[in-house]
């Protein structure tokens, strides 16, 4: 690879509205054949940011054709109560997909409540199962922003088989899967994580690297080899020094990798949008996978 005068940008919202028309074809086909695709989110109190977020998820949702239901749970509510609710779901025939809002209140096992989620109605791919099932390939209910990551990915054309990927973070739900991911599509994959020693060693040899760490301004252009694809999942808010007014940036420092990068998905427009169409592609897999 060479370097570009400037990387192409990858937007990830023209990439999640292709997706969402094709789930609403599938969703159509769905219903036509005597199916429902039904989403149904629990949300504690006290968590705005997740009640926009989940009023945003009611629209599309009503758009594509998923019924969606909300079910509220109070702000100091404790984790049998939220397992219960969990349990009511998922045996119930009607619900064909599951989400726990986060955070949850102080005192909730966030794992535990997760593991509660019945496998083929876990649409975030958190349950111990699903996140096994990436180990072997499996893509149907995996994290949804690992899965985003590989589409964005994808969508470059790069041939990922022996391409060196470098994935800086190792989360659980995006860094840990999105590692399993590239190996199943037999890159050679290095992992690192906040006790990783001389970092830009490491990056600098990445023909793909996934920055999912969580710190603003992390990868500079001099960390970057000439060319690579550079996939940022960092979503960080801080206060934007010329107007003093917060704003969201990832972790790719935007203008020393443009002319170093053949690619580069930004924050936001990029991870963001596609992860909430790999959510919906979930939805729509759990019931695929009911029996008619």
Do not use: W
């Not at 999640?16 to 219903?31: G, M, P």
């Not at 199916?35 to 009023?55: E, F, K, Q, T, W």
């Not at 996140?131 to 899965?147: K, W």
Request: aromatic share 2%.
């Amino acid at each position: 690879m060479t370097a570009a005068e400037s990387a192409t940008l990858i937007d990830g919202r023209a990439l999640a509205a292709t997706s969402k028309e094709s789930l609403a074809v599938r969703i159509a086909e769905l219903h036509a054949s005597g199916r429902s695709v039904r989403l149904d989110v629990i949300l504690a109190g006290g968590n705005p940011a997740g009640a926009v977020y989940a009023r945003n998820q009611a629209q599309t949702c009503e758009e594509l054709g998923i019924a969606y239901r909300m079910h509220d749970v109070a702000a100091d509510v404790d984790e049998e109560t939220v397992a219960s609710t969990v349990r009511s779901l998922n045996d119930n025939p009607e619900v064909t997909a599951i989400m726990v809002h986060l955070p949850l209140p102080d005192g909730v096992d966030t794992h535990a409540v997760q593991a509660t989620i019945a496998v083929e109605k876990d649409v975030e791919g958190v349950n111990p199962a699903n996140i096994g099932g990436v180990l072997y390939g499996r893509r149907a209910l995996a994290p949804c922003t690992a899965l985003a990551a590989m589409k964005l990915i994808e969508s470059t054309g790069i041939a990922l088989a022996g391409a060196e990927v470098v994935c800086v973070g190792a989360s659980a739900i995006v860094g840990r899967p999105v590692a399993a991911l590239l190996m199943e599509a037999e890159a050679t994959v290095v992992s690192t994580n906040i006790h990783t020693h001389n970092l830009a060693e490491h990056t600098r040899r990445g023909d793909v690297v996934i920055s999912a760490a969580g710190v603003p301004g992390l990868l500079t252009g001099d960390m970057i080899k000439p060319g690579a694809i550079v996939i940022d999942v960092g979503i960080n808010r801080i206060t934007d020094p010329d107007t003093g007014k917060a704003r969201t940036v990832g972790d790719v420092d935007v203008d020393s990798v443009l002319p170093v990068a053949s690619f580069l998905s930004p924050v936001p427009g990029g991870v963001g949008p596609m992860t909430v169409a790999m959510l919906l592609r979930n939805t729509v897999a759990t019931a695929d996978e009911v029996p008619a």
